[in-house]
């Protein structure tokens, strides 16, 4: 089956730790994108990639960092520098129609 | 700049219908999409208009005027699994990315 698939589910972060969120998709896109979600809230762009080895800094990029060396993976990590991680961060795909985005099930990253 | 304005919540009975509606802003326009966001779950794409007129998909229903900047969200026969946030968004002027609306939260009464 086709899709897009974010781990962990939930992740623990400590005070001053980096940490990693994964997103891996078999859909062929080239776009891939980080949004952070916070509770009753919209969707945040935090990174985007149109192609390998390309990506560009978001609505809220600070405090983040991606890498793009794979078509299919587009890992996102949290540095000690961001001092609100607590959210839900989704990642998605698109293909040549950039307005029809699939989601992964998301993150929820929560600090200890 | 971009910009999507559309209600914080509707509340509907089950069985009845519901239009979500949506404003825009912006300086170049590719079309309207929707997307449906479930409570702890991930956005699922509903629709997408890039022209002007009602596209029909089962229940759900989606309207695009541009000359007025509007657009709308009908779902008919509502069911209690139809409550949800839903999603306004629109491409930006880049053609880079999608810019969301804060959300409408429907909620359904028996």
């Known amino acids: 089956d086709g899709g897009i698939t974010q781990s962990p589910k939930y992740l623990f972060r400590k005070e001053g730790q980096n940490v990693t969120l994964s997103c891996e998709q078999n859909?062929?896109?080239?776009?891939m994108y980080w949004y952070r979600q916070d509770p009753g809230q919209g969707l945040r762009l935090i990174y985007y990639?149109?192609?390998?080895?390309?990506?560009q800094k978001g609505d809220i990029a600070e405090g983040y960092s991606v890498s793009r060396e794979k078509k299919e993976s587009f890992p996102l990590t949290v540095t000690s520098a961001q001092k609100n991680p607590t959210a839900f961060y989704l990642c998605?795909?698109?293909?040549?129609?950039?307005?029809?985005?699939?989601f992964g099930p998301g993150t929820r990253l929560l600090v200890l | 700049g971009q910009s999507l304005e559309q209600p914080s919540e509707v509340t509907a009975v089950e069985g009845a219908i519901v239009q979500i509606n949506c404003t825009y802003q912006?300086?170049?326009?590719?079309?309207l999409s929707w997307y449906q966001q479930h409570d702890g779950g991930a956005p699922t794409f509903l629709s997408y208009?890039?022209?002007?007129g009602l596209e029909e998909t089962g229940r759900f229903s989606s309207f695009l005027s541009r000359s007025d900047s509007y657009g709308y969200l009908l779902l008919q026969e509502l069911q209690m699994k139809d409550s949800a946030s839903y999603f306004c968004a629109v491409m930006s002027s880049s053609a880079s990315k999608i810019i969301f609306g804060s959300g409408t939260r429907l909620s359904i009464r028996p």
């Open positions: 208009n890039a022209l002007d």
């Open positions: 998605a795909s698109s293909g040549t129609t950039k307005e029809t985005q699939y």
């Open positions: 912006t300086s170049g326009f590719y079309g």
């Open positions: 990639s149109q192609i390998v080895n390309d990506f």
């Open positions: 859909l062929n896109h080239d776009a």
